[in-house]
């Protein structure tokens, strides 16, 4: 009987400070020869424009595990992570970063659980080390308010470390949208899914890729993607702005017609106009943020462009 293989996928962009460190952990953790499994180590190159290729190719020469692709230019962690499912040939893929701040250690765990029966084993953070005390806490509140807006529970203080089984590494790679949300994604497709605990490490070199503008636009595309609530909201607002205007309508007419005392004018009407103009801007930029939406997916342009890749059957470059 051959022995299962477990994929690890490694996104990457501008990690050439900390790519070799991590190889070599992984190696360590994971690649001793005593382990009953195969492995393979598969980088993606999201278009660094370090050094960061020029040590993957470096590591596939003197490692046949390790397999890469590259990007023709930088198209998002997440794309990223499309591409690595499509190329990954395990029977389970392991997702983590290339920073070391995903443990190796934790990916025994996971494939603990993975031979218990679970599809789905993702990484919960017990603790963050390394980050400030904003980020921690507007993480939080992010996933409070994705769980009051989606209908399917994402489970909190998550990111896209986990292992997933071949079976919903297929399913996923049937889901093409443009506008990406991995750790959406995998809860909404099912199967059997638990938790595994775990201590979030702080960045071992470089800087974060997900600077405060990145985590804002990411947490607009979890919750555009997975809840049509902000459309609603827009809508239950216009009918609020529909009853406020009818009373001021109301009001008007009884100062007009049963007092002596007509509405002054000047200052209701602008605080009126000021009022309704803002709420119908709101709620424009709300449906303006789903056409763009369709837009993106209507085009359907692919998710990344490959210039090289190696380790593979039919390699670029």
Same mark, same amino acid.
């Given at each position: 009987?051959?022995?299962?293989?477990?994929?690890?996928?490694?996104?990457?962009?501008?990690?050439?400070?900390?790519?070799?460190?991590?190889?070599?952990?992984?190696?360590?953790?994971?690649?001793?020869?005593?382990?009953?499994?195969?492995?393979?180590?598969?980088?993606?190159?999201?278009?660094?424009?370090?050094?960061?290729?020029?040590?993957?190719?470096?590591?596939?020469?003197?490692?046949?595990?390790?397999?890469?692709?590259?990007?023709?230019?930088?198209?998002?962690?997440?794309?990223?992570?499309?591409?690595?499912?499509?190329?990954?040939?395990?029977?389970?893929?392991?997702?983590?970063?290339?920073?070391?701040?995903?443990?190796?250690?934790?990916?025994?765990?996971?494939?603990?659980?993975?031979?218990?029966?679970?599809?789905?084993?993702?990484?919960?953070?017990?603790?963050?080390?390394?980050?400030?005390?904003?980020?921690?806490?507007?993480?939080?509140?992010?996933?409070?308010?994705?769980?009051?807006?989606?209908?399917?529970?994402?489970?909190?203080?998550?990111?896209?470390?986990?292992?997933?089984?071949?079976?919903?590494?297929?399913?996923?790679?049937?889901?093409?949208?443009?506008?990406?949300f991995f750790r959406g994604m995998v809860p909404w497709v099912g199967f059997n899914q638990c938790a595994v605990a775990y201590e979030r490490q702080a960045r071992q070199a470089g800087e974060s890729k997900?600077?405060?503008?990145?985590?804002?636009?990411?947490?607009?595309?979890?919750?555009?993607?997975?809840?049509?609530?902000?459309?609603?909201?827009? *809508?239950? &607002?216009? !009918?609020?702005?529909?009853? @406020?205007?009818? =009373? +001021? /309508?109301?009001?008007?007419?009884?100062? %007009?017609?049963?007092?002596?005392?007509?509405?002054?004018?000047?200052?209701?009407?602008?605080? *009126?106009? &000021?009022? !309704?103009?803002?709420?119908? @801007?709101?709620? =424009? +930029? /709300?449906?303006?943020?789903?056409?763009? %939406?369709?837009?993106?997916?209507?085009?359907?342009?692919?998710?990344?462009?490959?210039?090289?890749?190696?380790?593979?059957?039919?390699?670029?470059?």
């Amino acid at each position: 009987m051959s022995l299962p293989c477990i994929s690890l996928v490694l996104p990457c962009y501008n990690e050439e400070a900390v790519l070799e460190q991590t190889y070599t952990r992984l190696v360590e953790v994971l690649g001793r020869e005593e382990q009953d499994w195969e492995l393979e180590i598969l980088f993606v190159n999201d278009g660094s424009a370090d050094r960061t290729l020029e040590l993957l190719k470096q590591l596939r020469e003197q490692d046949e595990r390790v397999r890469f692709v590259s990007f023709s230019r930088n198209f998002g962690h997440q794309n990223a992570l499309a591409a690595g499912l499509a190329y990954a040939g395990g029977d389970a893929v392991v997702v983590m970063d290339a920073d070391l701040q995903d443990p190796p250690e934790t990916v025994l765990s996971f494939i603990e659980r993975w031979r218990e029966g679970m599809h789905v084993v993702y990484g919960q953070r017990s603790r963050r080390l390394g980050e400030s005390g904003f980020k921690r806490k507007s993480a939080e509140w992010f996933y409070r308010c994705l769980n009051l807006l989606s209908e399917i529970p994402i489970p909190r203080d998550t990111g896209d470390f986990r292992l997933i089984d071949r079976k919903v590494v297929e399913e996923l790679k049937r889901m093409p949208e443009q506008d990406r949300f991995f750790r959406g994604m995998v809860p909404w497709v099912g199967f059997n899914q638990c938790a595994v605990a775990y201590e979030r490490q702080a960045r071992q070199a470089g800087e974060s890729k997900y600077p405060l503008f990145s985590m804002i636009r990411f947490a607009l595309d979890g919750i555009s993607s997975f809840s049509i609530a902000p459309l609603r909201f827009a *809508t239950n &607002l216009g !009918f609020a702005s529909i009853g @406020l205007s009818m =009373l +001021g /309508i109301l009001y008007a007419l009884f100062m %007009r017609l049963l007092t002596s005392i007509w509405v002054p004018g000047w200052t209701f009407l602008v605080i *009126t106009l &000021l009022f !309704f103009s803002g709420v119908q @801007l709101f709620s =424009l +930029g /709300i449906i303006g943020e789903y056409v763009g %939406r369709i837009y993106r997916e209507v085009k359907g342009r692919p998710l990344y462009i490959v210039e090289e890749s190696q380790g593979f059957a039919s390699d670029k470059g």
